[in-house]
């Protein structure tokens, strides 16, 4: 598979605009200049992330110093599942999650305590910028999705992955598998060893997987077909967030917290080659490789569009109605209002 454009999606990069950019600006100059802010003064962020490419504004906001030049004293944590973030947030354990956690959990987490979460940044895929795909093995005879009938099939843990697997697999008529849960990293090493034959999996595996010549993509960017409808639709789904008790205990943090995530952003967006490389030490791909990974697109909470939410929420509908969710949960009600 050729490497995705890695241009982001043409309507957000239209509203990221100057005005916006003068903005951001703003606020990380107010936070510089606020006494005791460059010796990180203010509490701790503990951040949760998964080894996937989508965290990727995140790690370079780390490795570029951009919150050290905030005063934020912030530590990345790394987990194996969202469910394991989601519950760490609610448990007080961490202070927020990096982009590429799972919406879907983080909408289960919002129906356990309402109102817990503050979305301030997703990571919307599609065929242009591909984030998860059906993998096999390189040699393998399958074509479609529906070759897979009666095979052993992999996803991520936790219900997001689940979920949209079996939804994936039964739209590509492959009804009734139960996909076997393992961690992301393992995905291609199963493929590889025959433990399974396929995998719904996450970037960068099917990078990984691809350059060391043991598997190859089936099909990119299922979610929005299978799912969504529609391969060029926006799936929302991962998500950067802040917990609305940080949030409000610490509104002046957050915002400079904010401001120095979305600077980690537009360096992804206008100098993604100089970025790739920190992919490195937080995935599984090393910094000789990182530049062949496609990445998602980014969208700021002030820059999500109607279509935006509108396939926002027809994603989290989709959760309701295979009762995953309990009660119908409105995004919007789970955006940070700066």
């Known amino acids: 598979m050729s490497r995705a454009s890695n241009k982001s999606i043409p309507l957000h990069d239209a509203?990221?605009?100057?005005?916006?950019?003068?903005?951001?600006?703003?606020?990380?100059?107010?936070?510089l200049a606020m006494p005791g802010l460059a010796r990180a003064a203010g509490p701790k962020i503990r951040v949760g992330y998964l080894p996937l490419s989508a965290g990727l504004p995140f790690y370079a906001a780390v490795e570029k110093?951009?919150?050290?030049?905030?005063?934020?004293?912030?530590?990345?944590?790394?987990?194996?599942?969202?469910?394991?973030?989601?519950?760490?947030?609610?448990?007080?354990?961490?202070?927020?999650?990096?982009?590429g956690t799972g919406t879907a959990t983080l909408g289960i987490g919002a129906i356990a305590e309402h109102g817990v979460f503050r979305v301030f940044c997703t990571n919307p895929s599609n065929k242009d910028h591909i984030l998860e795909e059906i993998l096999v093995g390189k040699a393998s005879p399958y074509k479609t999705i529906a070759d897979l009938k009666g095979k052993k099939i992999a996803c991520g843990p936790g219900i997001q992955n689940t979920t949209l697997c079996k939804a994936i697999l039964e739209g590509g008529g492959v009804p009734g598998i139960k996909p076997v849960e393992l961690p992301y990293e393992q995905?291609?090493?199963?493929?590889?060893?025959?433990?399974?034959d396929a995998?719904?999996?996450?970037?960068?595996?099917?990078?990984?997987?691809?350059?060391?010549?043991?598997?190859?993509?089936?099909?990119?960017?299922?979610v929005s077909h299978y799912v969504l409808g529609d391969p060029s639709a926006p799936w929302h789904g991962g998500a950067a967030v802040l917990t609305a008790a940080f949030v409000e205990a610490n509104p002046q943090v957050s915002k400079q917290y904010i401001a120095a995530?979305?600077?980690?952003?537009?360096?992804?967006?206008?100098?993604?080659?100089?970025?790739?490389?920190?992919?490195s030490g937080y995935t599984p791909i090393t910094a000789d490789l990182a530049k062949q990974v496609p990445m998602a697109a980014?969208?700021?909470?002030?820059?999500?569009?109607?279509?935006?939410l509108r396939y926002y929420q027809k994603f989290y509908d989709f959760f309701s109605q295979?009762?995953?969710f309990s009660e119908k949960v409105d995004v919007t009600s789970m955006l940070y209002k700066g």
Do not use: W
């Open 261 to 279: 995530y979305l600077r980690g952003v537009d360096l992804v967006r206008h100098s993604l080659d100089s970025t790739l490389v920190y992919l």
């Open 187 to 196: 995905h291609v090493a199963a493929i590889a060893a025959g433990q399974v």
């Open 322 to 324: 295979k009762g995953v």
């Open 65 to 99: 110093g951009y919150f050290k030049e905030a005063g934020l004293d912030v530590e990345p944590v790394r987990f194996s599942s969202a469910q394991q973030i989601m519950e760490a947030m609610l448990a007080g354990r961490l202070e927020g999650c990096a982009n």
């Open 15 to 31: 509203k990221y605009s100057r005005r916006h950019m003068l903005k951001l600006g703003g606020a990380l100059a107010g936070a």
């Open 298 to 308: 980014y969208a700021s909470y002030t820059e999500l569009s109607a279509d935006d």
């Open 199 to 222: 995998a719904y999996a996450l970037e960068p595996m099917g990078t990984l997987g691809r350059l060391n010549g043991s598997t190859r993509v089936l099909e990119p960017a299922v």
